[in-house]
Every structure is written in structure tokens, then in C-alpha cells.
């Protein structure tokens, strides 16, 4: 297990298998689930827009086997999407599976939520939720992050800090220290950038904003 080093870049969803030096990269599977083995932190999940795609229960009972491998620190990313075809029934089940399979491994989870974001907080109080829960990709407005960060949810940001005015460089200001992460997701751009852009936005030195993700990846993924 990488555990890394507190002046490390912690990328924490990445589609990109990176291995750079001075760097950790939390690498995201869909499929493929064999892949654990090569990459040393590792999230799986069934993402909604994949439901439609293959064999979706199938998909599910090889994400149950592979979760337990000791490089597969999340699940995810799995969640809800209000712009698919998919009926939001059908994703709020293999959510609600993914959260339970989470809860009873005791690993965070990485979640994809568009236009659900009243769902995804009924879903974590009807489901009493302890595991934390990232939503990662965030780009909402100011009422949306107010009412995440009342329920207890973690924020991760990526790509849309490096975009003008965007709705996650107004958030990522105000969000609490200790609850932030960073992403590439699937852009080309190293995660340098996107600290330099997260250490902009918060008037903080990218060195302090790595020492900080880093505690936050040890405690919410590692467990330390
Ligand atoms: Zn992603």
C-alpha cells in the first residue's frame, strides 16, 4: 500500500493510470475489475450511465468480489444522474446496493451526482450513511454546497477551477479545509495545475493545500 508523503499531489479520481513522481493517484475502474492488481489505490464502481450499457447485476456481483482487494480503497464512482434515460428507480437501486457494499467494507465512496442532489442527501439519511461520501466533479452553486456541507459530505474539485468563473471556483473559497479534495477525472491536465488553481481561489500556498488533502486522504481513505 502507497501511502504517500505529506508533500505529495493526492489526485483522488483519476481514469488515467498516472505514475508520477510525487504524486498519488487514486486510479477509478468501471471495468476490468482484474486491473486491481496492477495499480496500488484503485476505486470500482457501477456508474449510471453504465446501467443501461452492459449487464448491470453482473457488473455488480464482480464489483462485490473485487471491493475486498486491499488496493480497492473506494467505491465508486457510482451515484445518480437526472439527465439519463435511466429511470432514477433503476440507479437509486444500484446505488443503494454500492452504498451497503461501502458501509459494510468501511470505504469511502466517489460519487457521480447531476440534478439529484435532494435524492443523494434522502438516500444518505434514509440509509443512515457513516462511510463518507465525495462527490466528485463539483461545479454547483453556492445553496447546493451549503446544504452538502450541512449533511456531511465531502467535495472533490477538478477541471472546472482551470475554466473561467465557473461555479466551483465561487465554492471551493468557502468550503471547509477538511473536507476538500482534488481531481483530474478524465482531462489531460496534471494535478499540479489543479492545486495551483485550488491554492489560488483559497489564497493558500499549494505546498499547505497538499499537507492539508494529504491528512484528508490518509483519514477518509487509509484510515489513519
Ligand atoms: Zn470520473
Known amino acids: 500500500m ?4 505529506s508533500a505529495d499531489y493526492i489526485n483522488i479520481h483519476s481514469h488515467k493510470p498516472v505514475q508520477n513522481a510525487g504524486q498519488v493517484t487514486v486510479l477509478n475502474l468501471s471495468d476490468h475489475f482484474e486491473q486491481v492488481s496492477l495499480h496500488p489505490l484503485v476505486s470500482i464502481g457501477l456508474h449510471p450511465w453504465y446501467i443501461s450499457r452492459e449487464n448491470p447485476q453482473k457488473v455488480l456481483s464482480q464489483i462485490r468480489e473485487y471491493a475486498i482487494h486491499p488496493h480497492v480503497i473506494a467505491i465508486g464512482e457510482c451515484g445518480l444522474d437526472l439527465l ?4 432514477l428507480l433503476e440507479q437509486e437501486f444500484f446505488f443503494r446496493d454500492q452504498i451497503l457494499l461501502a458501509e459494510s467494507l468501511r470505504k469511502p465512496l466517489i460519487i457521480h451526482c447531476v440534478k439529484a442532489f435532494n435524492e443523494l442527501i434522502r438516500i444518505k439519511k434514509e440509509m443512515d450513511v457513516t462511510v463518507p461520501m465525495i462527490i466528485h466533479g463539483f461545479n454547483n452553486n453556492a445553496a447546493i454546497a451549503g446544504q452538502l456541507q ?3 459530505f465531502y467535495l472533490s474539485f477538478g477541471k472546472a477551477l482551470l475554466k473561467h468563473h465557473s461555479p466551483a471556483i465561487s465554492q471551493i473559497t468557502q468550503w471547509p479545509a477538511e473536507r476538500l479534495f482534488l481531481e483530474t477525472d478524465d482531462a489531460d491536465t496534471d494535478i499540479s495545475r489543479i492545486f495551483e488553481a ?5 489564497q493558500t500556498s499549494p505546498e499547505a493545500l497538499r ?3 494529504f491528512k484528508n ?3 477518509v481513505f487509509l484510515h489513519e
Not at 502507497?2 to 508523503?5: F, K, M, N, T
Not at 439519463?84 to 429511470?87: A, E, T, W
Not at 485550488?198 to 483559497?202: G, H, Q, T, V, Y
Open 84 to 87: 439519463i434515460d435511466v429511470p
Open 198 to 202: 485550488a491554492a489560488a481561489c483559497r
Open 2 to 5: 502507497i501511502s504517500g508523503h
Open 217 to 219: 486522504f490518509k483519514h
Open 211 to 213: 499537507q492539508q488533502i
Open 150 to 152: 450541512q449533511h456531511g
